[in-house]
């Protein structure tokens, strides 16, 4: 597989970035929908009693960076495997 060894965490990172972002803005247009959807993603836990959302700056970029290193860490581990199995 020829497949260069940062191209597909890279891939993945930009993308969780992107999708992170697009979820921030969605949140904040949208609040009570987007805690419902939370809500059954957590198979219907009661969020509420957990508090409101947090939406400050400081929260947003933690998670933007936090998430993005997961998934480009997610990817790096994943190609790890794919070449592993590949053999």
């Known amino acids: ?40 993603w957590f198979h219907g836990i009661e969020l509420g009693k957990a508090g409101a959302w947090n939406l400050t700056f400081g929260s947003f970029v933690l998670g933007l960076i936090s998430s993005t290193i997961t998934a480009w860490i997610i990817g790096f581990i994943f190609i790890k495997v794919l070449r592993l199995f590949a053999k």
């Open 1 to 40: 597989m020829k497949t260069q060894s940062y191209a597909i965490p890279n891939a993945l990172a930009v993308t969780t970035a992107i999708i992170f972002v697009l979820c921030r803005i969605l949140v904040g247009l949208f609040p009570d929908i987007s805690f419902s959807i939370a809500q059954s």
